[in-house]
């Protein structure tokens, strides 16, 4: 690596010189060698974008799933049965293909693994939890030196998730929503009919 930065800078000193004097340079070269790193930092620049479409897509899907089970799930026992696996499936399929589970271009783009939907009745709350596990973000040339070597003082915590994103994948990605037991038309019974 620092031979390449080594050839690199004496090129662009010797284009420098030349350019100063008043001869023309060899532009061609230049471009021709920094063309990769242009390239190199346009992946690089797109993967982390893919991160932050993944972060909005996960809580729009997180909001589809908390809305949809306060609407549509029944607070009787009797029909619990059929929210957790009708009402529960539809959803999952649902969120699925809005998060590019099913589209290969999009699921590669989000480093996209596994979709999981939690559902959790409490007496006043549901609380509805979406969890998107990764793969690794195929960006073999940052993950040429060890965690600990890359991650260390002053970087954190942050660091090593950011490092296991990009590298090692299985990174899960949480989005936890509350919703009240009831908030939605309930049917209008005239008293003393039943």
């Known amino acids: 690596m620092r031979t390449i930065l080594r050839k690199l800078s004496g090129r662009l000193a010797r284009a420098a ?3 100063g004097r008043g001869r023309p340079g060899q532009a061609m070269t230049e471009v021709v060698l920094l063309f990769p790193l242009f390239l190199l930092i346009v992946f690089i620049t797109a993967k982390i974008f893919a991160l932050l479409v993944l972060v909005q897509k996960l809580e729009i899907g997180s909001y589809y799933a908390a809305r949809r089970w306060q609407l549509e799930s029944h607070l009787s026992a ?3 049965t059929w929210d957790d696996t009708t009402l529960k499936k539809d959803i999952v399929t649902n969120v699925r293909g809005y998060m590019g589970f099913d589209t290969p271009a999009v699921s590669k783009f989000l480093n996209l693994k596994d979709l999981k939907l939690e559902v959790v009745r409490t007496q ?3 609380v509805i939890t979406l969890t998107v596990t990764t793969n690794p973000a195929g960006i073999k ?3 040429k030196y060890p965690k600990q070597a890359v991650c260390t003082a002053p970087y954190g ?3 090593m998730n950011g490092y296991d994103y990009l590298c090692q994948g299985g990174k899960e990605m ?3 929503k509350y919703v009240p037991n009831r908030d939605r038309p309930i049917q209008f019974v005239l008293p003393g009919l039943k």
Do not use: F, K, R, T
């Open 17 to 19: 010189s030349c350019l």
């Open 141 to 143: 040339m940052l993950c």
């Open 174 to 176: 949480q989005v936890i």
């Open 124 to 126: 006043v709350w549901n």
């Open 157 to 159: 915590a942050a660091c």
């Open 78 to 80: 009797d029909q619990a």
